[in-house]
């Protein structure tokens, strides 16, 4: 008898999740790490911030029938290709949270864009999900530019909304003979510009964990600590610190325009012209 085929999407370097046994049969440290938490790396989930939104993603519509967004590698071009409606193993109904990718042309790569609330998609062919003034949506560039670039906004029932640099978003609209288009010019968010995403359970922890420590370094830059400061930066001799009351305020002032570094040089100037009055 053959044995079963699995149907789970992998993509290129993936490693398989195999079960590693001891004698006893027990698990590896990671997979019940893993089982624990409920999920795996690999698992597709609903991103619940903007910033979660990275790694391969996939995006679908709630129309009828349900639809993603696709790049057609031949004829390299945007689309829109149907989802099922009934699982093909079971016949039974596939619920709406469920979609998961089966073809690699229906994963786009989401990166952000540096400094900015922005992010880019990318076919697996490495172009760029573009839109133009008038709403115009392709995927025929490799260079990235403000075309590039769409923001994305979380709405009340969980779905995403895309933004283009233009102030429209991504959405839905019905063209001649029943099909469906991919456009990005309308003004407001409807039915037309929701969509569910879904992303990869091991890029989105990635994200939450570098999104936590950026604000625990933010909240360590709110209080000055000017004893403990000198000691690492302003001391000399046999370890001798001065430290002076009138200076925090100086200090905290220099902080909200930018200039802490010149300050705290400022002050070790004048402290050593003064160590031998």
Not at 103 to 109: A, G, P, R
Not at 175 to 192: K, M, N, P
Not at 195 to 212: D, F, I, N, P, S
Request: proline content about 4%.
């Amino acid at each position: 008898m053959s044995e079963k085929k699995s149907m789970k999407l992998k993509f290129k370097g993936e490693k398989s999740h195999k079960k590693r046994q001891d004698g006893e049969g027990s698990t590896s440290r990671k997979r019940k790490r893993e089982e624990d938490e409920g999920e795996h790396e690999t698992d597709w989930v609903r991103p619940q911030q903007p910033t979660h939104i990275i790694g391969p993603t996939f995006l679908y519509h709630a129309s009828d029938p349900p639809v993603c967004i696709a790049f057609d590698s031949t004829r390299t071009r945007v689309h829109l290709p149907s989802l099922p409606r009934t699982d093909p193993e079971t016949s039974e109904s596939i619920p709406l949270l469920s979609y998961e990718p089966k073809d690699v042309n229906h994963v786009w790569v989401v990166t952000h864009v540096a400094g900015t609330d922005t992010i880019n998609l990318r076919t697996p062919d490495g172009k760029f999900l573009s839109s133009d003034k008038v709403g115009l949506v392709t995927a025929s560039r490799e260079a990235r530019g403000p075309q590039e670039e769409w923001t994305a906004y979380v709405t009340e029932d969980g779905t995403i909304a895309l933004q283009n640099v233009y102030g429209n978003y991504l959405g839905i609209d019905e063209v001649a003979g029943g099909g469906l288009a991919l456009r990005a010019d309308s003004e407001t968010i409807g039915f037309q510009e929701k969509w569910w995403v879904k992303v990869q359970y091991g890029h989105m922890k990635k994200a939450g964990e570098e999104e936590r420590k950026r604000k625990e370094i933010i909240e360590g830059m709110t209080t000055i600590d000017e004893a403990g400061t000198n000691r690492v930066h302003q001391a000399w001799g046999a370890g001798r610190s001065i430290v002076s009351k009138e200076d925090t305020k100086v200090l905290k002032k220099a902080k909200k325009e930018g200039r802490l570094a010149e300050a705290l040089l400022d002050r070790r100037a004048k402290l050593k012209s003064d160590r031998f009055c």
